[in-house]
Nanobody, 124 residues
Framework: QLVESGGGSVQAGGSLTLSCAAS?????MGWFRQAPGREREGVAI????????????VKGRFTISKNSTGNTSYPKTLYFQMNNLKPEDTAMYYC??????????????????WGQGTQVTVSS
């Protein structure tokens, strides 16, 4: 089960933090986003060894982290610190988890567990 919080509206250059409370077995945990009229895209992913992958568009601006130990079965919280937000970051953001190691490039197609989504709106 994934329960998201955070999101909202900010001006360009501002910051937001998203959180996702997760239970169950999670190996790959990530943030995905979908803007109106666009396909869902992977933004960032983190693994139990804390290896991370980011989309090129957010590198250096966004940071994914989690508060868990290496045990993939323990409840954990996934965080997403978004700095220097741009209007093109406007989208619905989703937390997702998968009990297998999956790449960000999959776009989330092979992630089975999803949060309800939280809207991020960045105005210019």
């Amino acid at each position: 089960q994934l329960v998201e919080s955070g999101g909202g509206s900010v001006q360009a250059g501002g910051s937001l933090t998203l959180s996702c409370a997760a239970s169950g077995n999670t190996v790959s945990m990530g943030w995905f986003r979908q803007a109106p009229g666009r396909e869902r895209e992977g933004v960032a992913i983190i693994y139990p060894d804390r290896q991370t992958t980011y989309a090129d568009s957010v590198k250096g601006r966004f940071t994914i982290s989690k508060n868990s130990t290496g045990n993939t079965s323990y409840p954990k919280t996934l965080y997403f610190q978004m700095n220097n937000l741009k209007p093109e970051d406007t989208a619905m953001y989703y937390c997702a988890a998968e009990p297998r190691r999956r790449p960000l490039s999959s776009g989330g197609s092979d992630f089975r567990f999803w949060g309800q989504g939280t809207q991020v709106t960045v105005s210019s």
